[in-house]
Nanobody
Framework: VQLQASGGGLVQTGEPLRLACAASGSIFKTNVMGWYRQAAGKQRELVGAFADGGSTNYADSVKGRFTVSRDSAMNTVYLQMNSLKPEDTAVYYC?????????????????WGQGTQVTVSS
């Protein structure tokens, strides 16, 4: 599975930005996709992602400002970021998780994109 993210860049405080991530390869129907980010000197954290059943989970810091959406037919996930703040500055990573039954046992798969830089200036 390959994940290609796009849409990062430099914006000013309060401006919007939209990220996209297209998945290709051997993608199962069990897949869920989402976004994580890693700021300099910090651990990678969840931004927003789909969960089994179609619900979405968001970090408290982005609730009400960021929205994750998807085009299942195109295996693409988007991250609409509004009202950006300097503390949103980070490398944003696309993630795809999926599982399959192998010899009667569930096997989990976890894939990451290459990351795209988002910088919010004050």
């Amino acid at each position: 599975v390959q994940l290609q993210a796009s849409g990062g860049g430099l914006v000013q405080t309060g401006e919007p930005l939209r990220l996209a991530c297209a998945a290709s390869g051997s993608i199962f129907k069990t897949n869920v996709m989402g976004w994580y980010r890693q700021a300099a000197g910090k651990q990678r954290e969840l931004v927003g992602a789909f969960a089994d059943g179609g619900s979405t989970n968001y970090a408290d810091s982005v609730k009400g400002r960021f929205t994750v959406s998807r085009d299942s037919a195109m295996n693409t996930v988007y991250l609409q970021m509004n009202s950006l703040k300097p503390e949103d500055t980070a490398v944003y990573y696309c993630n795809l998780k999926q599982w399959a039954l192998r010899l009667g046992r569930r096997r989990n798969y976890d894939y990451w994109g290459q990351g795209t830089q988002v910088t919010v200036s004050s």
